[in-house]
């Protein structure tokens, strides 16, 4: 970690460190009675307050302790978003050890290996996962016991993994008598595995002070803007970069918190927002394509909801256009990455655009935006020289920041900056004030001839065609261009649209050599375990396709 100069007059503040801990007190103090409400893996729903929560991780670390769970200890967590795994939260990491979420999503064998390079020591589970459990618990090397998320009669008679606790046990054995520890605020807080679509998994780990700064930075207005007043349902789940940060920096402000659960669908989406009157949510566009489906074909509107961020993917424009002229809901374009805690850039509006015409708007919102406080980007070529902020000149684009990764856990990779700064593997382009948009992943972009083409503006006016659900876009091979791009398509159910429609359709929209050359149909695209659309998945299947160009 870099030191700096000590000037020979410090300042006179107390030096109180950023811990984590703190969040959960102070939501607890001053706003005790303000609810979480959980939609649970047994199917009901529970409802208690920050005041219950912040009690019941007091009790959980003492558990911890009395398990032998030591500072930098990794804890890891297998669950959904709900009031216990909150608890966890505050719980390991509050008392100094890692929270370690692990994506439930992935291949049993995959979690094994990513316990065993965290070395975790408990791992926790909500019930559902016990078969996946059993699965792989005989491969973990370093875990010393397992502790399902439920009450005692819901415990299995018998079961093959070793050491099997019950978490209420836990709760109800300990005391709620615990001081949290105060330490240094540079601790490790918490770690999260990069989905690892190239390679093996590699950990970002975070700390107390950066979760903290990351916290106050995306409350504010011009980020994810959240307060009191709101109600955040995250359908980011917790195992996917702590999702988004939200357990933190929603106690942070006190808002009311509602977990969906595993029910990801649209109408038990819809089903909780109405309910619980939600006004703010965030989650990746695969999700919101199915909440917008449930509602359109049921007639329905939102009633509270009023606010949505999406990230994790592009968020196709047309989808924000629904959200925002049918139901009401503005769409905040955020970017960010597991790497980055995550947030990086939100997209909203100054007042020097008030008066604006709406597509000029529109298009400013539909970038990926302006990089929050905190965060520092650039964009760069391959030889490393920072380009243009234009809106047209597209590179590499680089980051740094406080809550930006310094090296993967354990040094996996090597040294990853370039000269002091992370290279995200994005491509994109920012414009003179600063907006900055994603063209494409570098290893998704479709080399054509020399050029590139970026697949996500491809798939985006795709997107916008009546007929089409769903739309990736890939390069296959070309005898005479290297790549040319082949569109692969969801129809909306009922729906019908020909290949030469589609591709007519991106005429005038787009440079006349980045139209696809090709369109095939498909009844779903490959989705990963953080809800995004697995492109080397496609790749792969479309491996040998031969376009009618070639
Ligand atoms: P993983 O890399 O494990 O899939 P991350 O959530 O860390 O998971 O993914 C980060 C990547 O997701 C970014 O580098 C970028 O390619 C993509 N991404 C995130 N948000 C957006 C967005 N708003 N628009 C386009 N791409 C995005």
Partial sequence: MAQYAKSPLMGQMMSQPLLISGLIQHADRYFGDSEIVSRRVEGDIHRYTYRDCHMRA????????????????????????????????????????????????????????IANHAEDQYLFFDMTFLPLVEAFAAHCTTVKGFVMMCDRDRMPPQSKVPNLMCYEDLIAENSDKYDWPVFDENSASSLCYTSGTTGNPKGALYSHRSTVLHSFASVMPDALNVSAQDVVLPVVPMFHVNAWGLP?????????????????????????????????????????????????????????????????????????????HQYGVDVVHAWGMTEMSPLGTAGTLQSKHADLPEEQKQAILEKQGHAIYGVDMKIVDDSGKELPWDGKTYGNLLVKGPWVIERYFKGEGGNVLQDGWFPTGDVATIS???????????????????????????????????AVQQAACIGVFHPKWDERPLLVIVKKPDAEVSKEELIKFFDGKIAK?????????????????????LKNRIREQFKEYKLPTA
């Fill in 513 to 533: 050599w980045w139209t696809p050359d090709d369109v095939v149909f498909v009844d779903a695209l490959p989705i990963g375990a953080t809800g995004k659309v």
């Fill in 248 to 324: 933190y920096s929603v106690p942070m402000v006190g808002a009311k918190m509602v977990f969906p659960g595993p029910a990801l669908d649209g109408k038990s989406i819809y089903e909780l927002f109405e309910q619980e009157k939600v006004t703010f949510s965030a989650g990746v566009p695969t999700v919101w394509l199915g909440l917008l489906t449930y509602v359109g074909q049921n007639n329905l509107k939102f009633s509270t909801f009023r606010r949505t961020v999406i990230g994790g993917s592009a968020c196709p424009p047309a989808m924000m256009k629904t959200f925002r």
């Fill in 58 to 113: 007091r009790r959980m670390a003492n558990a911890l302790g009395k398990m032998g769970v030591k500072m930098g200890d990794r804890v890891a967590t297998l669950a959904w978003n709900g009031y216990r795994h909150l608890e966890l939260y505050y719980a390991i990491s509050g008392s100094g050890a890692v929270m370690h979420t692990i994506n439930p999503r992935l291949h049993p064998e995959q979690i094994a290996y």
């Fill in 432 to 466: 003179p004030d600063g907006y900055m948009q994603i063209t494409d992943r570098s290893k998704d972009v479709i080399k054509s001839g020399g050029e590139w083409i970026g697949t996500i503006d491809l798939e985006n006016i795709a997107a916008g065609h009546p």
